[in-house]
């Protein structure tokens, strides 16, 4: 999303941004909200499952830092290359890992969820984009 706002304009591309991140903010308390509700259907024998991965809690400490302590420009940037590569060997990691066989074995439902969530974030990101050319901010 953000990468096709780029195509528009910087205005689309920062408001894009702001619309993915808020995506992102809102995936923790849903998080926390998973994890309580799958920890009471858990066996009383089983190990303790953390409530939040750790990696929801880095996300959530850097925010706060980065909100609290100034950065330079030369930090953001490079920060933000990182996490273009880094994200980018992710997502690469886990496509060589998904075989066609395991999905398929699983059913339509699962591709029907997926096609679902996507139509809905689609849907959600082109009436916040339509919302801000109706306000003027685009």
Same mark, same amino acid.
């Given at each position: 999303?953000?990468?096709?706002?780029?195509?528009?304009?910087?205005?689309?591309?920062?408001?894009?941004?702001?619309?993915?991140?808020?995506?992102?903010?809102?995936?923790?308390?849903? #998080?926390?909200?998973?994890?309580?509700?799958?920890? /009471?259907?858990?066996?009383?024998? %089983?190990?303790?499952?953390?409530?939040?991965?750790?990696?929801?809690?880095?996300? #959530?400490?850097?925010?706060?830092?980065?909100?609290?302590?100034?950065?330079?420009?030369?930090? /953001?940037? #490079?920060?933000?290359?990182?996490?273009?590569?880094?994200?980018?060997?992710?997502?690469?990691?886990?496509?060589?890992?998904?075989?066609?066989? +395991?999905?398929?074995? /699983?059913?339509?439902?699962?591709?029907?969820?997926?096609?679902?969530?996507?139509?809905? #974030? %689609? +849907?959600?990101?082109?009436?916040?984009?339509? %919302?801000? /050319?109706?306000?003027?901010?685009?």
């Amino acid at each position: 999303m953000v990468a096709a706002a780029f195509q528009g304009s910087p205005k689309a591309a920062h408001f894009a941004t702001i619309v993915k991140l808020a995506r992102v903010l809102m995936l923790a308390p849903l #998080i926390i909200i998973i994890g309580f509700g799958r920890s /009471r259907h858990l066996p009383t024998d %089983a190990p303790p499952v953390p409530l939040l991965p750790w990696f929801v809690v880095g996300v #959530i400490a850097f925010v706060v830092l980065g909100s609290i302590v100034p950065v330079s420009p030369d930090a /953001r940037h #490079i920060a933000g290359t990182t996490t273009g590569v880094l994200f980018t060997i992710a997502l690469a990691a886990l496509g060589l890992s998904t075989h066609l066989q +395991s999905v398929t074995a /699983r059913g339509y439902k699962p591709l029907v969820v997926g096609a679902g969530a996507w139509v809905f #974030i %689609a +849907s959600f990101a082109l009436a916040c984009v339509a %919302a801000a /050319r109706a306000l003027g901010w685009l």
